[in-house]
């Protein structure tokens, strides 16, 4: 996605899971997470982004257990990147932020274990619901609208 349409395309097809599978890479996670921050009347409409990532993971064949697909942590961690990136640059098209993003740390799919020890992050706990991070503490912070949990 080079172009911010190519962008609400990824958000889209992630909500109607049209998205082809093959195209939701860790680029397009943020991609559709900066485009949802930007229209939180969708994303709040949607229920929130667990419901929209879980119920596009099961359409592509994925199944949302204690070892595999959404992943609370992660997600709750990743959308603070996301808005935190997209309030330090108010007013930019969407696909300057997202290379923004994608230059820096959360660039890296590894980025949480800077954060969180791998059996933290791993465990069920984790990807059912939120944990803090034990090796060093986020330097965003918790989002408080659009039924997303801080």
């Known amino acids: ?5 190519g962008i609400e395309r990824i958000a889209c097809g992630l909500i109607d899971r049209t998205l ?6 860790h680029r397009a996670h943020f991609a559709a997470a900066l485009w949802l921050l930007s229209h939180p009347d969708v ?3 949607a229920g929130g982004m667990a419901p929209i990532i879980r119920r596009y993971n ?16 992660i997600t709750q961690a990743s959308l ?6 997209l ?15 994608m230059s820096g740390p959360l660039g890296n799919k590894r980025w949480p274990l800077a954060y969180w ?7 069920v706990e984790a990807r059912r619901s939120w944990l ?6 986020l330097p965003w912070p918790p989002l408080a609208q659009n039924g997303e949990e801080g």
């Open 87 to 101: 309030a330090a640059n108010p007013g930019g098209c969407l696909v300057d932020v997202l290379n923004k993003l």
């Open 132 to 137: 803090e991070p034990d090796l060093s503490p």
């Open 117 to 123: 020890s791998e059996a933290r992050l791993t465990s």
């Open 80 to 85: 603070r990147g996301a808005a935190a990136m």
């Open 20 to 25: 082809p599978k093959p195209e939701w890479t």
């Open 1 to 5: 996605m080079t172009d911010d349409a």
């Open 58 to 73: 099961e359409a592509t064949g994925v199944w949302n257990t204690d070892s595999g697909g959404y992943h609370e942590t």
């Open 43 to 45: 994303l709040a409409k």
